[in-house]
């Protein structure tokens, strides 16, 4: 079905039962015709083809200057749409999560000028850890050049980077060592203590962190936690943090297992 002749560009919205990359063009359509958007893409397990019936629709809108939620809000699809800096105000600059016809749709909202400083940034092997909503680690500055590598581009002009022979280097020693620290005040912070839930919960870090830099040792892009521990090969952390007990030796012992799993020499702080 060409653009020119899809049924919703003849009146209404008609689309159940429309196709996914039906679904994909008329949202893309739509989102590339509000004020200031340059290019808009497709991201997540429904660019990777790894996605299920029910895996959401991630887009990301890149605008150039000026960009108003506002118009986002307009085209009438219910939902939540954030102001500019909405989640966090760091890279992931805000967004929407939207249902059109029943599906999930999440719309990012992406700053070209703040995007191409990041890309410039990461050649240099140049980054900061931002906090962000649902993840354990953080997200690296680079995620933005990430979603360039990965995303399919359904409306404008994109780069796709490379990933950076220098990010290689910096984030994977950045990001062990943001382990190591971790699990050093996990020891000598909670563990000694007996507290479960912060011992577990500091593993779990900086398993996150590990498998960061794992990744960027091998030069892989990734864009969000879900996948992160089984593309790094540390899974197997999950046997660490199961059957925790509010002994300190044994909870001593499990920081040191997850040490070892992890691939990590004893941090300095705790020792």
Known sequence: MGRESAPWSLGGPTL??????????YIAGRLAGLRGVAA???GGSRASGASRPDSDWDFAVYYRGRFDPGDLGALGWPGEVSAIGGWGGGVFNGGAWLRV????VDVHYRDLDAVEHQVAEAREGRFRVERLMFHLAGIPTYLVVAEL?????LRGCLPRPEYP??????ASQRWSAD?????GYA?????????????????ATAAAQAAHAVLAERGEWITNEKALLDRAGLRSVDAVVSGLATDPEQLTRAVDAAERLLGLSPSAHGR
């Open 16 to 25: 159940s039962g429309v196709g996914d990359e039906e679904f994909a063009d």
């Open 40 to 42: 808009v893409s497709l």
């Open 101 to 104: 016809e029943g599906r999930p």
């Open 149 to 153: 590598a990965l995303h399919r581009v």
């Open 165 to 170: 022979d220098k990010l290689r280097i910096t």
């Open 179 to 183: 382990a190591r620290q971790t699990l």
């Open 187 to 203: 020891r000598s912070g909670h563990a000694a203590r007996g507290h479960i839930a912060e011992t577990a919960g500091l593993i």
